[in-house]
């Protein structure tokens, strides 16, 4: 059985009406479980922020589905929820959206936009490495994901770089956890990353919600080095 978090989201129409019903749909999943469903909660949009706040929310699933058969049921429902990928901007408004293996919100399905090209071993096995995000998750402020890495930080600034024929995103990160598909999770205090590649944000809490946490009493808490790099 895998254990797996599912990120909902939504910032059109009857938001709670909509991601309550997607939990219902859930539960009627074939060898899949709904345990729990996470406190609701309004976040501003990040990005592109010309648009209504969102409603996000997380839920726990055991499921004996594969990796791949986990993300085709949460492809169909987000279409059956009206959701078109092709046909919405980057970042833009969305009636459901769900994704799934970090604690929290946790976004892993809708992160792993590569599964295509992932053959079944190699999937499961990313759902296995997501899960070192749990005990870390609610430490940090932002969950960021890019094509080829997910950043959890504390500080962002998000540039969006405009060029006639190679438009690209500039990040730049403070207190970051950091994993990617070629290199272990590691901890480093700044990362500067530029991609070319959509980039997902999602605040997980509002600014002073928590104290601040510097990458070196994070490595601490964890049991973790501190890597000496600072540049991905």
């Not at 293996?101 to 990313?126: G, K, Q, V, Y």
């Not at 530029?194 to 104290?211: A, F, I, N, Q």
Request: hydrophobic share 40%.
């Amino acid at each position: 059985m895998i254990h797996a978090y599912v990120g909902l989201g939504s910032n059109l129409g009857d938001r709670e009406g909509t991601l309550r019903a997607a939990v219902g749909r859930l539960r009627n999943v074939p060898e899949t479980k709904v345990l729990r469903l996470s406190t609701l909660r309004n976040t501003e949009p990040v990005g592109y922020v010309d648009q209504p706040r969102f409603l996000n929310g997380a839920v726990e699933l055991e499921t004996g589905l594969s990796a791949r058969g986990l993300l085709d049921v949460l492809l169909e429902l987000e279409q059956a929820f009206g959701r078109n990928r092709a046909a919405v901007a980057p970042q833009g408004p969305r009636r459901k959206g769900v994704g799934g293996d970090l604690a929290r919100e946790a976004r892993l399905i809708r992160a792993m936009s590569h599964l295509d090209e992932l053959d079944e071993f190699e999937a499961e096995l990313e759902l296995r490495l997501k899960k070192e995000y749990t005990a870390v998750f609610g430490l940090f402020r932002y969950c960021v994901l890019t094509q080829d890495a997910t950043y959890l930080c504390n500080r962002l600034d998000l540039a969006q770089v405009s060029q006639p024929n190679y438009p690209f995103f500039h990040l730049r990160m403070e207190d970051v956890w950091v994993w990617d598909k070629n290199r272990p999770t590691r901890i480093i205090p700044r990362a500067e990353v530029w991609t070319s590649s959509d980039v997902t944000v999602e605040e997980l809490r509002g600014e002073g919600e928590d104290s601040h946490l510097t990458a070196e009493s994070l490595a601490e808490k964890i049991g973790e080095s501190l890597s000496a790099d600072d540049d991905l």
